[in-house]
């Protein structure tokens, strides 16, 4: 089945320390968003690719990256993880950028220590 | 600027019984996009439905039923004969048409549903 895939579902990581989380689609879609949620509140985008363009909303910290060497692949990488960072990151996908429904993985439950 | 609102922060139910999921939304774009996503205890949020700002007629699939009202810019979502797996939170969510926008979803609070066996 098509699909999109996090990997790992948890990690843990210490305070400071980068940590990567990846996110990996079989659908072929051209948009690739990365989601953080925390305890008993909606998703908050951090930033999307279309194709290879690169879109960071304008209150998405420093501290969080994102790469997408390849149609399939997107990873966030957060520099210096924080206490306040801890959260689930979700990756979602879309065809195009207007009006199509997103399609997300099972998430990556993030602790920092 | 887009607002969704969720009024209902939980709902708990009896199995069997029906339960409508509140969603009132603010937009100043004449066209427009709703979703429902349904977000189980595992933490994936599953995609429900996709709604047009052109296309007002309600939708059925199932035990799940939707009634969209531009008149009062409501997109509720009615879960029939409820069951214990449709315990879950449940989020309004609306995008804009510009491209310029890229397809942000603007979510409500959600909805947590119980259902009690």
């Known amino acids: 089945d098509a699909m999109v895939i996090q990997n790992p579902r948890y990690q843990v990581t210490q305070f400071g320390k980068p940590v990567t989380l990846s996110c990996s689609q079989t659908?072929?879609?051209?948009?690739m968003y990365w989601y953080q949620q925390k305890s008993s509140q909606a998703p908050k985008l951090l930033f999307h690719?279309?194709?290879?363009?690169?879109?960071n909303e304008a209150d998405t910290p420093d501290n969080f990256q994102s790469r997408r060497p390849n149609t399939s692949f997107c990873f966030l990488d957060i520099r210096s993880p924080g206490l306040g960072d801890a959260a689930m990151y979700l990756c979602a996908t879309s065809r195009l950028l207007q009006g199509y429904e997103q399609y997300f993985g099972p998430g990556t439950r993030l602790t920092v220590t | 600027a887009q607002k969704v609102t969720q009024a209902q922060t939980e709902i708990s139910v009896v199995e069997k019984e029906d339960v409508t999921l509140d969603c009132v939304y603010e937009t100043r774009d004449t066209t427009y996009y709703l979703f429902w996503y349904k977000q189980p205890p595992s933490g994936e949020l599953v995609f429900l439905i996709r709604r047009n700002s052109f296309d007002e007629q309600n939708e059925i699939s199932g035990r799940y039923s939707w009634n969209f009202q531009k008149s009062t810019s409501s997109f509720n979502f009615t879960i029939t004969a409820s069951q214990v797996v449709d315990s879950a939170v449940y989020f309004c969510a609306l995008s804009e048409a510009d491209k310029a926008a890229g397809n942000k979803l603007t979510f409500g609070g959600g909805t947590r549903v119980l259902v009690k066996p």
């Open positions: 659908l072929n879609h051209n948009v």
């Open positions: 690719y279309y194709d290879k363009d690169f879109n």
